[in-house]
C-alpha cells in the first residue's frame, strides 16, 4: 500500500507565492513519475506538471514560467513552488505517483485559493 500526503495548500493574493510538497511512504521500491494535477469547481482534472525520476518535466503551458516542479529521490517528495499566482489558479491541486510494479497512487487533494 502507497499513501500520499500533501501539504502546503492555502489562501494567497493574486501575485504571491505558495510551495506545494507531496511524500510518498509505504512499500515502494522505485517511483517512475511524480507530479500534480489540478481542479477547479465545475471543470476537469487538468495536468500542472510531472517530473520523471530522471529529472524529465513536462509542465502545462498555463504554468510555464511560473510554477517549478522538483522532487527529492531519497525522501520519496515531490515540490511545487507556485509563483505570480492568478485567481484562476484556484483549483484543489492533487499529486500523484506512479509507483514501480504497483501503479498509479492519488493524494487527497490540497486547497490552493487565490484571491484578487
Known amino acids: 500500500q502507497v499513501q500520499l500526503v500533501e501539504s502546503g495548500g492555502g489562501l494567497v493574493q493574486a501575485g504571491g507565492s505558495l510551495r506545494l510538497s507531496c511524500a510518498a511512504s509505504g512499500t515502494i521500491s522505485s517511483i517512475n513519475a511524480m507530479g500534480w494535477y489540478r481542479q477547479a469547481p465545475g471543470k476537469q482534472r487538468e495536468l500542472v506538471a510531472t517530473i520523471t525520476s530522471n529529472g524529465i518535466i513536462n509542465n502545462a503551458d498555463s504554468v510555464k514560467g511560473r510554477f517549478t516542479i522538483s522532487r527529492d529521490n531519497a525522501k520519496n517528495t515531490v515540490y511545487l513552488q507556485m509563483n505570480s499566482l492568478k485567481p484562476e489558479d484556484t483549483a484543489v491541486y492533487y499529486c500523484?505517483?506512479?509507483?514501480?510494479?504497483?501503479?498509479?497512487?492519488w493524494g487527497q487533494g490540497t486547497q490552493v485559493t487565490v484571491s484578487s
Open positions: 500523484l505517483a506512479q509507483v514501480y510494479r504497483l501503479g498509479t497512487y
